[in-house]
């Protein structure tokens, strides 16, 4: 069961949490969200409050619902999971059931929708959103290996308004 805690009292490693075991970022309510798995991101402080960051590129279904709804959720899992996480990032949700297919139970907390399983959730308020732009790509090696496509990311900035844990 998830329990609410003072995001204060955080104490994890993002590089792991994030880059390596991967989370999903999901937006919308009880009757109608969607979620992808993402492994870039960060938590830090920024305008004197705890946020978050992701990056969602301009394709994915996730983005519609991050750029209607004003909250979105970062869920964390603990071992196990990565089957569900990958199913998530490789299907959309337009076409398939993710939470169905994959066993993950939706909950709901007014605010936004997160997943029963995780271990860690942040739920966030939208503060800021970007496109990333060509231009801004002082690497251009960076922008070429990552955006061949040129499809580049929107970066969403989110103050972290309530944290859950198991």
């Not at 069961?1 to 075991?21: A, S, Y």
């Not at 402080?45 to 709804?69: G, H, M, S």
């Not at 970007?130 to 070429?144: A, G, V």
């Amino acid at each position: 069961m998830l329990t609410e805690f003072d995001v204060k009292t955080l104490g994890f490693n993002p590089f792991e949490r994030i880059g390596r075991d991967w989370c999903l970022i999901t937006a919308g309510n009880k009757d109608s969200y969607n979620t992808m798995t993402a492994s870039w991101g960060g938590v830090g402080i920024l305008w004197n409050k705890e946020v978050a960051t992701c990056y969602i590129r301009p394709q994915r279904y996730t983005k519609e619902f991050v750029d209607r709804e004003e909250y979105f959720t970062l869920s964390f899992f603990p071992d196990g999971w990565r089957d569900a996480l990958n199913f998530c990032g490789k299907y959309s949700g337009r076409d398939r059931d993710k939470a169905a297919e994959t066993g993950l139970k939706p909950f709901y907390d007014g605010l936004g929708v997160a997943f029963e399983q995780a271990n860690l959730v942040l739920v966030c308020r939208k503060l800021f959103a970007q496109p990333m732009l060509e231009e801004s790509f002082i690497d251009k090696d960076t922008l070429e290996r990552n955006y061949p496509a040129r499809d580049l990311h929107t970066i969403y900035v989110g103050e972290i308004v309530r944290a859950y844990r198991q």
